[in-house]
């Protein structure tokens, strides 16, 4: 869902070694029910795998006054299940929710002439409020 996508902020944090993680945050339409709803998606995200489980995943803390100023209601993101493990540390002390069981549709990465543009996913949904 990322290709050819800029997003409108770009969080990198460095260290002495060079990029230690960054995160993308675009704001899209997504259709929630019949609801067509301003929201931002995050994307891009990355921590390298030396700095794993050290506590990095705290600083989206961030993420909660930039989604005031970009005037959304809540940010989102999909992993997939075997990302669970790692994306739970996001849910200590309720900066996110994951959510399963969320028909996520998305875009064929390459089109393909014998099927159809959008497909449904089976994934974590991961999101802030």
Partial sequence: SWAGARPELRAIGYD????????GILRRFIKVGEVDLLVAELGLYGV??????LGISFSMQFV??????????????????????????????????ILSGIPVRSTHPEVYPDLPPTRLEDVLVLVTP
């Fill in 16 to 23: 002495a070694h060079g990029i230690a993680a960054h995160i």
């Fill in 48 to 53: 390298r795998s030396d700095l794993e489980g």
């Fill in 64 to 97: 909660y006054p930039v989604l005031q100023q970009l005037g959304v209601p809540f940010a989102f993101g999909t992993v997939r299940h075997a990302l669970r493990n790692h994306v739970e540390r996001f849910c200590r002390g309720g900066l996110a929710t």
